[in-house]
């Protein structure tokens, strides 16, 4: 059983993806230089109260 890990592009460095792989880890790392994937939206609602 591998544990998944999401983390930030601070974590994308050679040594500590082969520590994951050592491990027996699944690192989700996104790369640095690499945009959002678009999952979060711009609030476009003005809230009233």
Known sequence: MSLHFCLDKGYDTPSIEC???????TPHI????????????????????
């Open 30 to 49: 996104r790369k640095r230089g690499e945009t959002s994937s678009g999952t979060r939206q711009k609030f476009c609602h003005i809230l009233r109260r």
């Open 19 to 25: 520590w994951f792989a050592e491990q027996s880890f």
